[in-house]
């Protein structure tokens, strides 16, 4: 089985702009969920979706959304950059309904300037 | 709020010799499920060993082995016969097995092998 699949794996944007990044999860796994890493946060949870609904948000501005589409497919958008969204953006996928462990991609490494 | 602490920043090992990395959470919850990931220089999360809460028995996964001390909330990861390739960041992680399930991770611990 192909493991998750990020696109792209590094991306430099000016800052007011905005990014999509793209996470293909394993085939079958119905959940998705990102997270932003950075040196001074850690690892902090931005969202999860699941057959296409956002089943839980974190703490971050509305800046950051997202989406799921029908084949599990998702992405996140980050609109209006601020130097502060410099990071490694970590996408994870799950197989089902209940909560189990989550199988990460290589991250997308956004920078900011 | 469910939060995980590592208190250990950086750690290092002898090849060939055991470490142990500390982990303790906080939760209200009673059923949950607690993972060690592993983070090398590629960036990649790798799962190396998860527990579920509700089992007594302590998971094992070759030479990476935890003690669950669920009324403590501690969930230790040890390595045994570490080899050069263990050297990587180390995440501790909890998730709720029902509700509020993102997955918490604790700030990590980064693992030096000698040689």
């Known amino acids: 089985k192909a493991g998750v699949t990020q696109t792209p794996r590094y991306l430099i944007k000016t800052r007011g702009q905005q990014v999509t990044l793209s996470c293909s999860p394993i085939s079958g796994h119905r959940s998705v969920s990102w997270y932003q890493q950075t040196p001074g946060q850690g690892l902090q949870f931005l969202f999860e979706y699941f057959s296409e609904t956002q089943r839980n948000k974190g703490n971050f501005p509305g800046r950051f959304s997202g989406r799921q589409f029908s084949n599990s497919r998702s992405e996140m958008n980050v609109s209006t950059l601020e130097l502060g969204d410099s990071a490694l953006y970590l996408c994870a996928s799950s197989p089902g309904t209940r909560n189990t462990e989550a199988f990460f991609g290589q991250g997308t490494r956004l920078t900011v300037v | 709020a469910q939060t995980v602490t590592q208190s250990q920043p950086e750690m290092s090992v002898q090849e060939a010799e055991t470490v142990t990395l500390s982990c303790t959470y906080d939760?209200?919850?009673?059923?949950?499920?607690l993972f060690w990931y592993k983070q090398p220089p590629s960036r990649q999360m790798i799962l190396v060993i998860r527990q579920e809460a509700y089992k007594q028995q302590n998971a094992t996964e070759n030479r990476f082995s935890v003690n669950f001390q669920k009324a403590a909330k501690s969930f230790s990861l040890k390595i045994s016969d570490s080899q050069l390739g263990d050297a990587a960041m180390y995440f501790c992680a909890y998730r709720a097995r029902y509700n509020n399930n993102d997955m918490r991770f604790g700030a990590g611990t980064r693992l030096t092998v000698k040689p």
């Open positions: 939760t209200s919850e009673s059923d949950y499920y």
